[in-house]
């Protein structure tokens, strides 16, 4: 079984680097951004299953990221964290396809549960 590739987008660092050793201690292959800009980009070249992203950032927003990333990939799941979680954020972002939505701060096993629940249904299972 080939190992999930996820994407963790997060302009605080620290987000990113508790995130990513979490994730791989899990199995799956994690690429980490702090700019939207670059993961923009990458999701242009590389495949993900999983992106996870924050809402809120400079540049280039979480929304917009999630819209591109389902129109390249519509089988790509989608998990927002964010820091400023409304109703109409959630709905909107669920409107668009979010898999799931996860407000901060955040306990790292939440975040390790909603992807595994992410990779199931990416398995059919």
Do not use: W
């Amino acid at each position: 079984m080939n190992k999930l590739k996820i994407m963790v987008l997060d302009d605080e660092p620290i987000v990113c680097k508790r995130l990513k050793p979490a994730l791989e201690k899990q199995g799956y292959e994690v690429d980490t951004f702090t700019q939207s800009s670059d993961a923009m980009e990458q999701i242009k070249n590389v495949n993900y299953d999983i992106i996870i992203t924050d809402l809120k950032m400079k540049g280039v927003d979480g929304m917009q990221l999630l819209t591109e990333a389902k129109q390249l990939s519509p089988k790509t799941e989608v998990i927002v964290i964010t820091g400023f979680a409304t109703m109409e954020t959630a709905k909107e972002s669920f409107h668009k396809g979010v898999f799931d939505f996860i407000a901060k701060p955040f306990k790292l096993s939440e975040i390790q549960e909603v992807v595994s629940r992410a990779e199931a249904k990416i398995r059919g299972e």
